[in-house]
């Protein structure tokens, strides 16, 4: 059980790790902390400009994220860093960071203890070192997307191998469970469920990733913004409602918002399927495609109402529990295989 437990404790601080990773990405946070492994060069981050030491702040740093925003790395001084420090930002990022140490701690004592697991050793102590892997590789990752600026194609990356974590620790938690009613669930095989299930995850998975690429585009546009405000001395907000027109017009944003359809169409297969095969009520199919409805009401407002902030935290926090939950729905199915 002790296995089962840390597992599931890690499982959770996944999850919440990406919901505060997506307070990051959309309240612009994420350069809250433009150094790594400190913040603004202190271990404790500062609440007040007066704070920070100037000297310990890279200034070609700075000059480089500038350029990349379109904006003048000339004009760029260490009274303007100063400037810029946001505490808000700062905190939130700072928050971010902290959340890694409960997974981090928690896969490695899920890796050191999976040597004692009593059932399907093997999987357990090949599984539970990958999740190690996976976290570590993530935090240089972490590192890589401060020090690259906050590169595009890392930033997905970063979300992929969340995504991957979740899926895999799920398994975990499926192979080190003790015996429970569900185990003998008179639910019987149909080929049609796992296919459909696994057409989903896989739909899942890439609408997740394609959803992270949408956030960078609505990051791009709010540093075209800022750097519109700073020409112009403009203190306004950005105009979040006017973004929705532009990213109609990419092919990503066709892409995904058509993707939502599949999983409607899927998920409801799988709940159909799941009743007429079953002689119970099951859960997990009730609240996959209940899941399905909300991501879909979210995408509406998102698409039709305007970015808004809590709008897309709550769309990705989403889908990371689907993916735990439809990937503990497919072990489910896959151990009732003949």
Known sequence: MFINRTAWIALVSVIVLVL??????????GL?????PFCWGCV????????????????????????????????ITEETILASFNPVHTWIEFVNRLTTLPLGLATLV??????????????????????????LANAVMGAIVVRSDLSPGIITLHMALAFLLIAVL??????????????????????????????????????????????????????????????????????????????????IYKVHRSFSWTLFITSGLVLFWT???SAVALAEPKLIFGMVIAMMLMGIVLAHVAILQVVQVLHVG???????????????????RS
């Open 170 to 251: 799920v398994t975990v938690i499926w192979l080190t469970r003790e015996s429970a009613p569900e185990d003998t669930t008179p639910i019987e095989f149909a080929k049609p469920i796992l296919i459909a299930s696994l057409i989903f995850f896989a739909c899942l998975f890439c609408e997740g990733l394609m959803g992270s690429q949408l956030r960078e585009q609505t990051d791009e546009l709010a540093h075209a913004a800022a750097a519109a405000a700073v020409e112009s001395g403009a203190t306004a907000k950005p105009d979040r409602a006017a973004w929705i027109g532009q990213l109609e017009a990419t092919l």
């Open 275 to 277: 009743q007429k095969y």
């Open 20 to 29: 505060v990773g997506a307070t990051v990405r959309v309240t612009g946070s």
């Open 318 to 336: 989403t889908t990371a529990v689907m993916l735990a939950v439809t990937w503990h729905w497919i072990l489910r199915l896959w151990s009732r």
């Open 44 to 75: 404790i981050p500062p609440t007040h400009v007066d704070q920070i030491d100037v000297d310990k702040i890279d200034i070609s740093k700075f000059k480089r994220q500038a350029k990349r925003r379109g904006i003048d790395p000339d004009s």
């Open 110 to 135: 899920l890796a050191l203890s999976s040597f004692w697991a009593k059932r399907h050793r093997g999987w357990v102590i090949g599984l539970s070192w990958f999740c190690l892997i996976d976290v």
């Open 32 to 36: 809250g902390c433009p150094d790594w």
